[in-house]
């Protein structure tokens, strides 16, 4: 899922709503950047970095290797509103100098499956939310994308590659 928080206004909301983030209308897009990638996660109003190990395990250490960083421009920040109620792991904790985890926003999520019935919104699926898919385009299209750009490649991999091996195992 991804969405232009200053673009679309009240059509990106539907598209995220039931994942507890909530984008930014009329926010200013920013330049490009590369974040750090670390992950976590809310636990008792505390929030706490995520295990390694899993589905975000395999996410981040996947078989098509480690991804340490994350590039993206023209992005804006999302509000979370319940994000980690319903199972968001935080990919990313700085956003232009600013703590996102301490002013309640995000630029990366990912929710790894987590049962309906246990409270979960994924069920046995995944996803990864982002602001925007310039971190997916590669360099002939889209503003120049950054597809071939530090981790980015991995990270998709790694997300495709454990969602579609969990679908074999499943069966």
Do not use: I
């Not at 630029?107 to 309906?116: A, H, K, T």
Request: glycine fraction near 12%; include cysteine.
């Amino acid at each position: 899922s991804a969405f232009a928080a200053s673009a679309l206004g009240d059509l990106a909301q539907a598209t995220v709503e039931w994942l507890g983030v909530r984008p930014a209308p009329a926010a200013a897009c920013q330049p490009g950047m590369v974040h750090r990638v670390e992950a976590c996660f809310a636990f008792g109003g505390r929030f706490l970095d995520a295990f390694l190990e899993g589905d975000v395990g395999a996410l981040l250490r996947g078989p098509f290797g480690g991804v340490a960083s994350f590039a993206n421009k023209h992005e804006t920040v999302f509000d979370l509103h319940g994000a980690f109620d319903c199972g968001a792991v935080q990919l990313t904790k700085r956003f232009h100098g600013c703590d996102l985890l301490e002013r309640g926003k995000a630029n990366l999520l990912f929710y790894p499956p987590w049962p309906l019935e246990r409270g979960g919104v994924t069920g046995r699926g995944r996803v990864l939310v982002c602001a925007n898919f310039h971190w997916l385009a590669d360099l002939l299209h889209w503003d120049g994308g950054l597809f071939h750009v530090d981790d980015n490649a991995k990270l998709l991999c790694n997300f495709v590659g454990s969602a579609l091996a969990a679908r074999g195992s499943a069966a």
